[in-house]
C-alpha cells in the first residue's frame, strides 16, 4: 500500500509540475494546486508512516502553499483594468 501511495505521489506531482510550466490558462493552472495537493497530502501520509519528519513538515507547508494556489487561481476572481 505504502508503495502504491508514493507512485501516486511522484506521478501527481510531476504532472501539476508540467501543467503549471506549460503555462495553458487560469483554470488548468489551478486544476494544478488541485493535483499538487494530492501529491503533497501522499506524501504526508508516507512522511507520517515512515517517521520522516523532514518529509512531512515540507509537505505539510506546501498542501498550503497548494490550498493557497487553488483559492488564487481557481477561487478568486481575477480582476479586470
Known amino acids: ?3 502504491a501511495l ?3 505521489a511522484m506521478g501527481t506531482g510531476i504532472c501539476a509540475a508540467v501543467m503549471i510550466s506549460a ?3 487560469r483554470k488548468i493552472t489551478g486544476t494544478a ?3 499538487f495537493s494530492i501529491s503533497s497530502t501522499a506524501w504526508v501520509a508516507i512522511g507520517m508512516a ?3 519528519p ?3 513538515y515540507q509537505n505539510i507547508v506546501l ?3 497548494n490550498f493557497i494556489g487553488i483559492y488564487r487561481w481557481l477561487i478568486l476572481k481575477k480582476e479586470t483594468g
Open 63 to 65: 498542501t498550503v502553499i
Open 23 to 25: 503555462d495553458l490558462g
Open 6 to 8: 508514493e507512485w501516486i
Open 54 to 56: 523532514p518529509l512531512l
Open 50 to 52: 515512515e517517521n520522516e
Open 1 to 3: 500500500m505504502l508503495e
Open 33 to 35: 494546486f488541485v493535483i
